[in-house]
């Protein structure tokens, strides 16, 4: 029979690496579009990755706008990153809320950003950008936006 401080060091055990997978902090500062620095509340810095989308390249039409909307957006907020990996740069990528948003929507919503179906198949934020496509939003506006991950294969990125 097994005792009682093997269930408590167990529950110990799996809340631990639940939570760590959880990570709180506020905004350092923003890379381009799609990451930034987050400043995690034990006062480590990490390097984000927004899951879901991909936004224009700074030195890409739409790019600086990009950048400055992710500002707004994050500054002086409270986020929450739920990690899902790390890409070839090493930056974290995942889920990122704020104030019960999630980042990558709003993103979408506003036209800011491109669902990036490569890694990504969630219908939902394939809507957003239809929705936002159809509003002529955001980067919506220029009829012929080219998608990132085009304009980083035609730079040699």
């Known amino acids: 029979m097994l005792k009682p401080a093997f269930f408590a060091l167990l529950f110990i055990c799996l809340t631990t690496s639940l939570s760590a997978q959880i990570v709180k902090g506020k905004l350092g500062y923003v890379i381009d579009g799609d990451s930034f620095y987050m400043t995690q509340e034990n006062g480590r810095t990490l390097r984000v990755r927004v899951y879901g989308v991909d936004s224009p390249e700074i030195d890409q039409a739409f790019g600086p706008e990009s950048k400055e909307f992710l500002n707004e957006y994050l500054k002086d907020k409270a986020l929450t990153l739920s990690p899902t990996g790390t890409d070839k740069l090493g930056r974290t990528v995942g889920v990122v809320t704020v104030e019960d948003k999630d980042l990558?929507?709003?993103?979408?919503?506003?036209?800011?950003?491109?669902?990036?179906?490569?890694?990504?198949?969630?219908?939902?934020?394939?809507?957003?950008?239809?929705?936002?496509?159809?509003?002529?939003?955001?980067?919506?506006?220029?009829?012929?936006?080219?998608?990132?991950?085009?304009?980083?294969?035609?730079?040699?990125?």
Do not use: I, V
């Open 104 to 157: 990558a929507e709003e993103m979408l919503r506003s036209g800011h950003s491109w669902h990036y179906k490569k890694y990504s198949q969630e219908a939902k934020l394939a809507q957003l950008e239809t929705e936002a496509k159809a509003k002529k939003l955001g980067l919506w506006k220029d009829p012929a936006a080219q998608a990132p991950w085009q304009f980083r294969n035609q730079q040699g990125k």
